[in-house]
């Protein structure tokens, strides 16, 4: 494989494009084709080309196996070329593949609600709204979350609170929410919502301070939180927005205990709706299958579920709103001010579906939570005391490595060197893939990568991750040392 390092196009401020470009990647005239009618995401380098895919591995035209370990991004959750799913997904095309939902349903959108809302109702959500990506589905939380106050008779709240170095999505609502400055530049004050104002993430490994237990940590940043709502008025807010566990911006960084106990109480204080973005980190993924149920009595309003909801086999995405918003919507206009054409599409749902029931065949997520600690575990054997490991975190199968040039003091490597897409880079050409992020810490400096494999994987296959990992990890440790 051809790495091209030195790059002549403009370089947007901070360099823009370090989080999307992977250096991984062939350029056109390497190809030795003609320029591509397909707009990919460098206009000067193309992705490798995928043939077949199968359990935790993916074939790519050159005959080479990749051992899929971080399902894209977090995406696929029970692996690739799932026979079930793709009957599932044949069925509902043969019977009926499309219909308007403004007049009719389908069996497969209304098990597919049934099915999460199940699973949903202990925590006070009762029902499901689909749309076709995670983006639209956290647009789609926060219109809920202001119709229903306007139909409690609160028109004045126009306010979001999200946090810094959190990623909700590309359209302009959820872009708004989201602080991930690479993927927002372009468009800051032009198409982003200005009613939108940011506090700390929890951050343990940058943001606990030394003398602090976690505790006091959790209590410190729900004291922020509570003063940034006094800031701009209690009264004016929406809605407080934020990932669960946080994914691709920090890399699978968890709350300190008590903390969303905590962001609980102080929005319910105010009225203020608390909405959970588990796109990334929900579904099963970290062992079990809201990440809000492992942070004690903790009753989100509104959460968005999306990659792991389709596990790549069909694009969809959800909002799980609970039985407060439910009334309040139903008591006053009786419907949801919002819509797409191709919301609840019949063969998304089916295939979500049909994942979903895998995930509960297969007891998915309590497998996820004890290969998740192997790995876990394995990680930091392998890797948890190498010179440029700052920390691995994460929780279930949702692992993250920050990379530090400086374990001590904690320092980055500076952005140029694009640690991260060097080690996604050493690790494919390994046989490996890892979702490579950078500016981990403040959007500009940071790296990591985020191990995230299918809630399938063996032992052994844990095992694999972890040896080719290593192997990559030693191969760049030993290039930055010449
Ligand atoms: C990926 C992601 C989104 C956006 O989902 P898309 O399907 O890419 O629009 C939103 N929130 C979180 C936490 C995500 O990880």
């Not at 991004?73 to 219909?99: C, F, L, R, T, W």
Request: glycine share 10%.
């Amino acid at each position: 494989m051809c790495f091209s390092k030195s790059k002549s196009h403009v370089q947007y401020p901070n360099d823009i494009t370090s989080t999307t470009r992977t250096r991984m990647t062939i350029t056109n005239a390497q190809a030795g084709e003609q320029e591509p009618s397909l707009l990919h995401r460098s206009l000067i380098e193309r992705p490798q080309k995928v043939i077949s895919g199968s359990g935790i591995y993916l074939t790519l035209t050159d005959g080479s196996r990749i051992l899929d370990g971080c399902c894209g991004a977090a995406v696929s959750v029970i692996g690739h070329g799932n026979k079930q799913v793709q009957d599932a997904i044949m069925q509902q095309y043969s019977s009926i593949e499309y219909v308007h939902t403004m007049a009719y349903t389908t069996s497969s959108a209304e098990e597919l609600a049934d099915a999460l809302t199940e699973l949903s109702k202990p925590f006070g959500l009762t029902k499901a709204y689909f749309v076709c990506s995670g983006s639209e589905a956290v647009d789609a939380a926060m219109k809920l979350a202001r119709q229903y106050h306007v139909e409690n008779g609160q028109p004045q709240r126009k306010r979001f609170v999200a946090r810094r170095q959190a990623y909700h999505g590309n359209t302009i609502g959820a872009m708004s929410v989201s602080s991930n400055l690479p993927r927002k530049i372009p468009y800051d004050g032009v198409l982003t919502l200005d009613n939108v104002s940011f506090v700390s993430p929890a951050y343990a490994y940058r943001g606990q301070r030394g003398a602090e237990t976690e505790e006091q940590y959790a209590a410190r940043l729900v004291q922020e939180l509570d003063d940034e709502f006094q800031q701009v008025g209690p009264e004016t807010v929406i809605a407080f927005v934020a990932e669960t566990v946080g994914g691709a911006t920090a890399a699978c960084i968890t709350p300190p205990k008590g903390y969303f106990e905590g962001i609980r109480k102080v929005c319910d204080r105010y009225g203020i709706l608390l909405i959970l973005d588990e796109i990334m980190c929900g579904s099963g993924r970290t062992g079990s299958y809201f990440a809000f149920e492992r942070e004690g009595d903790v009753r989100p309003d509104l959460v968005t579920l999306g990659k792991g909801l389709g596990g790549g086999y069909a694009p969809i995405a959800g909002v799980l709103i609970s039985e407060k918003v439910v009334q309040v919507l139903k008591s006053g206009s009786a419907s949801f001010v919002h819509g797409h054409t191709y919301q609840a599409h019949p063969a998304c749902c089916a295939a979500g579906l049909a994942v979903q029931q895998i995930i509960k065949r297969d007891d998915l997520v309590a497998k996820c939570l004890s290969r998740g600690a192997l790995l876990e575990s394995r990680l930091r054997s392998a890797l948890g005391d190498a010179k440029y490991v700052g920390e691995i975190r994460g929780r279930g199968l949702f692992l993250g490595i920050e990379f530090v040039q400086d374990r001590a003091s904690k320092q980055p490597f500076k952005p140029a060197i694009k640690f991260a897409s060097w080690m996604q880079e050493a690790a494919h050409s390994r046989g490996l893939a890892v979702y490579p992020g950078s500016g981990t810490v403040d959007g500009v400096n940071g790296d990591h990568v985020i191990v995230a494999p299918p809630l399938t994987i063996t032992e052994e296959e844990v095992e694999e991750i972890v040896r080719l990992l290593k192997m990559a990890y030693d191969a760049v440790e030993g290039e930055l040392a010449v």
